[in-house]
């Protein structure tokens, strides 16, 4: 009994992660890189869940938030609570790599940026998602949001790689159930209320990568 109240605390729930990129934002709209790593986090655990074909996959996503995780308990933490305090830090003591990859391979800003880029596939597929029909295919859905997003950025052979993964994902009603958040039309509400808080938190780093040319960092 205890183990099953304790299996069921576990359960994965989308709507819990999904909250997290609520407080991501500061009331001044800065970006707080913990609560966004978290976020990416409980994303990281519901991929696992799909099975290994995709470990390819969350291993890249763990790895890049190891990296900013580190940057945190680090020495100069205080300067990673927000990205906008990453990038102002990072770009005025020359710890970013600007044009190709030199001496600092692993900035906060470039690693980041992957997970920006990310963040606006899952703002294309959950939309997708949100407006879909029972007979939409997860597959597709998730390789048109892929591709304009991600897809752009990654050479033919991830490319590849990805598109396979996409065909075996899970049928819509079982990725539903999956996501633990209830019937299909709370699903559909709970990604309404989502999507809005996922976008600000995308278009403002957007934004500032954008003021300070960091869109292409190598
Ligand atoms: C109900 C919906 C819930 C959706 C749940 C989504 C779960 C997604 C969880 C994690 C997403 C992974 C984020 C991937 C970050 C990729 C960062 C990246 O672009 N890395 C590449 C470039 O890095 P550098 O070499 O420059 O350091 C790297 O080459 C990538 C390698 C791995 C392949 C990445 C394919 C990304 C496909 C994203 C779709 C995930 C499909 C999930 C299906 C639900």
Redesign the pocket.
């Known amino acids: 009994m205890a183990d099953s109240v304790a299996a069921e605390e576990q359960k994965f729930c ?1 709507r819990e992660v999904l909250d997290t990129f609520k407080s991501c934002l500061s009331e001044n709209k800065e970006v707080y890189i913990e609560h966004y790593i978290a976020g ?1 986090r409980g ?2 655990r ?2 696992n869940s ?1 099975g290994s074909v ?1 470990s ?3 291993k ?2 763990v790895n ?1 938030i190891q990296i900013l995780v580190n940057y945190i308990n680090g020495e100069n933490g205080s300067h990673y609570a927000t990205i906008q305090s990453m990038v102002k830090y990072e770009l005025e003591n020359g710890l970013v790599d600007l044009n190709k990859r030199g001496s600092h391979p692993e900035s906060g800003c470039r690693t980041l940026l ?2 920006h ?2 963040l606006r ?2 703002e294309l ?2 939309e997708r ?1 949100r407006t879909s029909t029972e007979d939409s295919k997860t597959s597709v859905m ?1 390789a048109e949001a ?1 591709n304009e997003s ?1 897809a752009q ?2 050479p033919w052979v ?1 490319r590849k ?2 598109g396979m ?2 065909c075996v ?1 899970p049928g819509r009603p079982t ?1 539903f159930e999956v ?1 633990n958040v209830g019937t299909p039309e709370q699903v559909v509400a709970m990604l309404g209320d989502a999507l809005p808080l996922i976008s600000e938190v995308y278009q403002i780093t957007e934004e500032l990568y954008s003021q300070h040319n960091l869109l292409q960092l190598p």
Do not use: E, N, P, T
């Open positions: 989308l990416w994303l990281v519901f991929l799909l995709f390819f996959i969350s890249d996503a890049k992957r997970l880029r990310a596939w899952l597929f959950l998602l998730c892929y991600l950025h990654h991830v790689a990805a993964a996409f994902l990725f996501m």
